[in-house]
């Protein structure tokens, strides 16, 4: 069942007027500000995952962006989503969108690359799960690597700031 399917689902309000190919997910609406972009499915597609994850853990984040994460080229249908949002990170798998980890971005102290392939996730605090306080996202391609550290990064100032 896709993801339209789902959240159309159950929905009492009568759809048989509506062309199939005019229903479409919701519009996402990015960060704090909620501003929009040009309609891209797959975004709405993980706004609606988002707020419904965890029985809704995470219905009041602001969708940042998502990236796909490839850790090994040799085996690209091992893929992840890294899924950004103002008030968490959250890491999924891409085929079942089953979620992995998540990090509140309070929790966030830095985030930094050793390699150009990997992410490290410098945690302001241990858990059971990071007693070594960090998270390392393996992403093999140097531009995503810089393009969610830049994304963090922006939101580590924006939280900051506020």
Known sequence: MCIRDR???????????LNDGLAR???????????????????AELTVLLRRLEEGKFLRDHYVEALSVIPDRNNPNNAFI???SFE?????????????????????????T?????VTIVLTETSKKNPDRQVVIVTRDQRVTNHIITSIRRILEDIQQS
């Not at 959240?7 to 007027?17: D, Q």
């Not at 979620?99 to 985030?111: D, E, F, G, Q, S």
């Not at 050793?114 to 990997?118: A, E, F, H, L, R």
Request: proline residues 5%; without cysteine.
């Open 88 to 112: 968490h990170i959250l890491y999924l798998s891409q085929q079942d969108r089953k979620l992995l980890w998540h990090i509140p971005t309070v929790k966030i102290a830095n985030v930094d």
């Open 114 to 118: 050793n390699t150009p392939d990997k």
């Open 7 to 17: 959240y159309m689902g159950k929905n009492t309000t009568s759809t048989k007027n």
């Open 25 to 43: 997910l919701p519009r996402a609406f990015y960060g704090v500000e909620q501003h929009y972009k040009t309609y891209i499915e797959s975004d």
């Open 82 to 84: 890294l899924l950004i």
